[in-house]
């Protein structure tokens, strides 16, 4: 896939594999330039109107904006096919999904802070050469698609003012290289157009005197000092008249010394350390990967910072960076004798290694946690180990009895010690493991409870992320999409109270299910694809859900050959494939490697599972396709079952269709309608659009071979114009 690359910082260009492309009109390019100066970040449509048309916009101008971003989107698509789509929806805006560095102004501004960490060390011409580099990726002035004297003004002004402090850091350099001869004709020119700025003034004075020439030196400073006093009534300030008495007595000072060998800047990094904390405050993982990333290369980072990189890289989606900076972490705190922090290190590893799928490292580190931890009683760290021992029992080995056990002990342990996280945690895991033994009330009331702190923000932000990945796990297995739906709306909410730009890794793959089942297939696709981006090397097998749901949101639209692809990408990432795979051979027409798949699938899962429920309705209507009505009646036996013990309305929706479309082949077609328009009323009151117009079709199917063709009529149009309205292809229908 080629690499797409913004410049805002003079006129608008999109570049893709390094040619440009074609974005548009004035205002659409304006458009794309207010959307990249703020890449990540969700902008509403006021932010944008007024961007666009200032204090007067059209009366027209919301839906304009949304033509535009249409456009946009074409542009994107045609000028780079088959990349991601990089122009989001979310609930109150719209976003540009670009990491930093594809942004010029972005690589700009990381260029400028190494130059900057360089000068400071005295490291002058690698200093000189980085800022070089990043004041050439200017070709004109910032933003230059924008109005200079509307809403824009004050970020222009802020980046014509980084520039030109980039310039004098860069001569700052050149002179600290002993380049001061050439610099003087620079300077000259510079001191002409910012005759005011002293910094400029102070700077060819010290140039002119290292090059031989104190007379014109002097004069620089006097006509400096003539110019304030006349325009604006004031002295120089003190930089430039101290520098004139260095000058005066020919201080050695001024003198340019060998440049000497690098050393670490005890400032430079503490500077970049609390970047690192300003933007770990605020989740903004880049921003604190890369500050902790530099402070890191300055000065080896202690123990506690490695952790907090290892956090900023882990949600970043850097799981071998990740793995890395907490090993050295556990090894510091090991090598000091920290018992606490070497134990919080290896269950951090632990997790890591869990959620890359490697399963004997990851108990590997449990065993090592446990040892570390032996008899030091109810602590943090020992209640964190319970809880990731929890998850291993219960999501791993399928020991619902000893999760359950471990999990009230995490929760005693996080009441005892007052820790937020682990109480709120283990209450959800409680809560979850009750629903799969069947207490179904019981346990969504302590998962209830437990969102309701962590959307009240009463939780760090891995607690959040894991408790609303669970809650939807959950949610998802029972088939329950309005309690899934508004949580997910809630979480929503807690984003953009914390100017989060969207859900993170594993998060965002359950998001773009309840988007696909409220039929918003682009919205869906579109947030599945950047999730498998971000969790491909984080946790591969979410990854492979996401693809997994670009391939379902690609079988309903019709794109087959594109649905293939995606399920083929979930497989090799460790998801099985089916039943979307099944019910794409189905569609194709091969109906014997769709009952062989599904099958296979059905087999390999525990009798009454929650997750063999969700193949089941797909078996029913392949095996009636395959003539086998044995097979399609015991899975509906089975399907009734489950759904009686878990009580979930949409399971029983499932149930009344399998059911009628089993009486429809068998030349029953009233009791078929009696139990597809039950169908009907359940999806329809779970608000599952697509599911609604394919019970419609069937009901329609049955009334006509029951001869009621007034009725037939009806449901078919109803059916078709939902489908319409979904945009799911002809030949699915």
């Known amino acids: 896939m080629e690499h797409i690359e913004f410049r805002i910082l003079g006129p608008l260009e999109i570049l893709v594999g390094g040619a440009p492309i074609r974005v548009g009109g004035p205002k659409e390019r304006a458009l794309l330039t207010l959307l990249a100066l703020d ?151 510079l001191v002409a157009v910012h005759p005011l700025r002293e910094t400029l003034r102070a700077q060819l004075m010290l140039a002119l005197y290292r ?17 304030l006093v006349q325009e604006l009534g004031i002295e120089p300030g003190p930089t430039l008249r101290r520098l004139e008495e260095q000058i005066l007595r020919q201080d050695s000072a001024l003198d340019r010394n060998a440049e000497p060998a690098d050393v670490h ?26 500050a902790l990333t530099r402070a890191d290369a300055t000065r080896p980072l202690d123990p506690e910072h490695l952790e907090r990189l290892a956090e900023a890289a882990w949600w970043g989606g850097r799981g071998e960076d990740c793995i890395a900076a907490r090993e050295r972490a556990y090894a510091g705190y090991f ?52 809880r990731v021992k929890t998850t291993i029992a219960f999501d791993l080995d399928g020991n619902t009895d000893l999760a359950l056990d471990l999990a009230a002990e995490t929760l005693a342990i996080g009441l005892a010690v007052g820790e937020r996280d682990l109480q709120v945690i283990a209450l959800q895991d ?61 979480m929503l909410r807690w984003c953009e109270r914390h100017a989060r730009s969207g859900f993170p890794g594993v998060c965002r793959v359950f998001q773009a ?22 969790l491909e090397h984080v946790v591969p097998f979410y990854a492979g859900e996401a693809w997994y749901e670009v391939g379902e949101t690609r079988r309903r639209i019709g794109d087959l050959a594109a649905a293939e692809e995606a399920f083929r990408r979930a497989h090799a990432l460790g998801r099985e494939p089916s039943p979307g795979l099944a019910l794409l051979r189905l569609a194709q027409g091969d109906v014997d ?4 798949l599904i099958r296979e699938t059905v087999q390999q899962q525990a009798e009454h599972s929650l997750n063999r429920m969700r193949n089941l309705p797909a078996q029913v209507e392949i095996a009636l396709a395959a003539g086998d009505l044995g097979v399609a009646h015991s899975s509906l036996d089975e ?35 009696e139990r597809v328009r039950e169908a009907v009323r359940l999806w329809r009151k779970a608000e599952l659009p697509y599911e609604v117009a394919c019970a419609q079709l069937l009901l329609a199917r049955s009334y006509r071979d029951a001869g009621d063709r007034e009725r037939a009529t009806l449901e078919e149009n109803a059916a078709r114009a939902s489908y319409d309205a979904l945009g799911a292809a002809a030949d699915l229908r």
């Open 639 to 673: 399907m009734l079952e489950t759904s009686a013990r878990f009580g979930s309305s949409v399971m029983a929706a499932a149930c009344a269709q399998a059911e009628g479309a089993i009486r429809l082949v068998e030349a029953a077609p009233l009791e078929a309608a």
């Open 593 to 596: 490697a769709a009952f062989s």
């Open 211 to 227: 090059s031989g020439r104190q007379a014109e030196a002097l004069d620089a400073y006097q006509r400096a000092r003539a110019l």
């Open 39 to 189: 890449t990540g970040e969700i902008l509403s449509p006021d932010r944008l109107i007024e961007g666009l048309w200032g204090e007067a916009p059209p009366a027209s101008a919301m839906k304009t904006l949304q033509t535009y971003v249409a456009h946009l989107r074409r542009a994107l698509e045609q000028g780079a096919p088959g990349a991601r789509p990089r122009i989001l929806t979310r609930a109150r805006g719209y976003l540009l999904d670009a990491p930093s560095e594809d942004i010029d102004a972005g690589r700009f501004e990381r260029l400028v802070a190494e130059g900057r960490l360089a000068l400071g060390e005295r490291r002058y011409q690698a200093a000189s050469n980085v800022l070089r580099q990043a004041l050439s990726l200017w070709r004109g002035s910032a933003l230059a698609d924008l109005d200079a004297d509307g809403a824009a003004q004050a970020e222009i002004a802020r980046l014509d003012e980084e520039r030109l402090r980039a310039l004098e850091a860069r001569i700052d350099a050149d002179l600290g290289c002993g380049a001061h001869a050439d610099v003087v004709p620079e300077l000259q020119r």
């Open 335 to 386: 090598e000091q004798g920290d018992v606490s922090g070497s134990a919080r290190a290896a269950i951090g590893l632990a997790e890591d290694h869990f959620h890359m799928g490697a399963f004997a490292v990851c108990r590997g580190w449990i065993g090592r946690a446990e040892r570390l931890l032996q008899g030091v009683g109810q602590t943090v760290e020992y209640g964190h180990l319970l």
């Open 265 to 290: 800047s005890t400032p430079g990094a503490e500077e970049l350390l609390q970047t690192a904390h300003v933007a770990l405050a605020r989740y903004d993982w880049r921003g604190a990967h890369d």
């Open 513 to 534: 299910e309840i988007l696909r089942l409220r039929g918003r297939w682009r919205d869906a696709e579109e947030t599945a694809r950047r999730a498998a981006a971000e």
């Open 430 to 490: 409680k809560g979850r493991i009750l629903v799969n033994l069947g207490s179904l009330a019981e346990g969504m009331s302590l998962i209830d409870e437990a969102m309701a702190a962590t959307v009240g923000d009463e939780l760090g932000p891995y607690a959040t992320g894991v408790a609303y990945c669970n809650t939807i796990i959950t949610c998802e297995s029972l088939a329950d999409y309005n309690r899934a739906g508004e949580w997910t709306e809630a």
